[in-house]
């Protein structure tokens, strides 16, 4: 059985930093395309960031482009996302996901697996 499991999230202040990681177990994770994504209140889920299988190409949004960094750790089976110069546009559950294709990395339709979520909070 495949599981994502996000951890990381909480509240912040603007313009701080929080880490974000998901433990993922029952695949190779090594075969899989690993992408962030995020839905705020009343909005669509919306493409943060991916990284491809071997960690040497990686995908973000013009909207966190410079402020994110997505690294994979394929050893211990985690992603992680490092959010620096938190705003508050950035509050929203933030997913990770594993696609096995990797085509299209930016699109939710092409993911396999989904986990439960984080919420990140940013206060004013």
């Known amino acids: 059985q495949v599981q994502l499991v996000e951890s990381g999230g909480g509240l912040v202040q603007v313009g701080g930093p929080l880490r974000l990681s998901c433990l993922a177990s029952g695949l190779t994770f090594s075969g899989y395309t690993m992408g962030w994504f995020r839905q705020a209140p009343g909005k669509e889920r919306e493409f943060v960031a991916a990284i491809i299988r071997s960690g040497s190409s990686t995908y973000y949004s013009d909207s966190v482009k410079g402020r994110f960094t997505i690294s994979r750790d394929n050893g211990k089976n985690t992603v992680y996302l490092q959010m620096n110069s938190l705003k508050p546009e950035d509050t929203a559950v933030y997913y990770c996901?594993?696609?096995?294709?990797?085509?299209?990395?930016?699109?939710?339709?092409?993911?396999?697996?989904w986990g439960q979520g984080t919420q990140v909070t940013v206060s004013s």
């Open positions: 996901a594993a696609d096995a294709i990797g085509r299209r990395p930016m699109e939710a339709s092409r993911y396999d697996y």
